[in-house]
T-cell receptor, first 115, second 113 residues
Framework: GAVVSQHPSWVICKSGTSVKIECRSL??????MFWYRQFPKQSLMLMAT?????????EQGVEKDKFLINHASLTLSTLTVTSAHPEDSSFYIC???????????FGQGTRLTVV | AQSVSQHNHHVILSEAASLELGCNYS??????LFWYVQYPGQHLQLLLK??????LVKGIKGFEAEFIKSKFSFNLRKPSVQWSDTAEYFC???????????FGSGTKLNVKP
């Protein structure tokens, strides 16, 4: 299958700082990227859907100003957690797909710990 | 609103038992359907997917799933489970008209040796 690379795989940051997570599609053009967070022993919760060149669509309850998503090119989307707090500590996963009727491929995830 | 439901939260089986995990979704439009597995400490792995055609889909590791459109269901099955199938299983649905890709809450499967 296609490859989606997510970086970094883990990050520890101080409370109040911002963290950027990158999601790249390595061998295909990703028209749509999805961002999820997964709490321990829970499922993946969709945070937002982004289409290249347009604003992300956020799920209800997800703060747009806290979780900034940029999808500036067909191979790169970024999630920036602004003014991170310990409750933002979680596992963040991106997925990307090339078109409506295609499979989405997942990045390896980013473990964020805010101390 | 679109949603994906997995009603079995925790299933315990003995080796060689048959498995069926339920997955239902809420929307009647065009969907693509997936089952993923997450082994302890590992990342998601695709088991199988349905886009169109034969509603009975065969995946890896002996798993299969059947799409029943009238029931909005995509149940996962395996005739004979092994201890190595112990993992968490997630159903996921791509809702076309809404450009959403949602996961169910997951089913934790424990297979006793």
């Amino acid at each position: 299958g296609a490859v989606v690379s997510q970086h970094p795989s883990w990050v520890i940051c101080k409370s109040g700082t911002s963290v950027k997570i990158e999601c790249r599609s390595l061998d295909f053009q990703a028209t749509t990227m999805f961002w999820y967070r997964q709490f321990p022993k829970q499922s993946l919760m969709l945070m937002a859907t982004s289409n290249e060149g347009s604003k992300a669509t956020y799920e209800q309850g997800v703060e747009k100003d806290k979780f900034l998503i940029n999808h500036a090119s067909l191979t790169l989307s970024t999630l920036t957690v602004t003014s991170a707090h310990p409750e933002d500590s979680s596992f963040y996963i991106c997925s990307a797909r090339g078109g409506d009727n295609t499979e989405a491929f997942f990045g390896q995830g980013t473990r964020l710990t805010v101390v | 609103a679109q949603s994906v439901s997995q009603h079995n939260h925790h299933v315990i089986l003995s080796e060689a038992a048959s498995l069926e995990l339920g997955c239902n979704y809420s929307y009647g439009g065009t969907v693509n359907l997936f089952w993923y597995v997450q082994y302890p400490g590992q990342h998601l792995q695709l088991l199988l997917k349905y886009f169109s055609g034969d509603p009975l889909v065969k995946g890896i590791k002996g798993f299969e799933a059947e799409f029943i459109k009238s029931k909005f269901s995509f149940n996962l099955r395996k005739p004979s489970v092994q201890w190595s199938d112990t993992a968490e299983y997630f159903c996921a649905v791509n809702f076309h008209n809404f450009n959403k890709f949602y996961f169910g809450s997951g089913t934790k499967l424990n297979v006793k040796p």
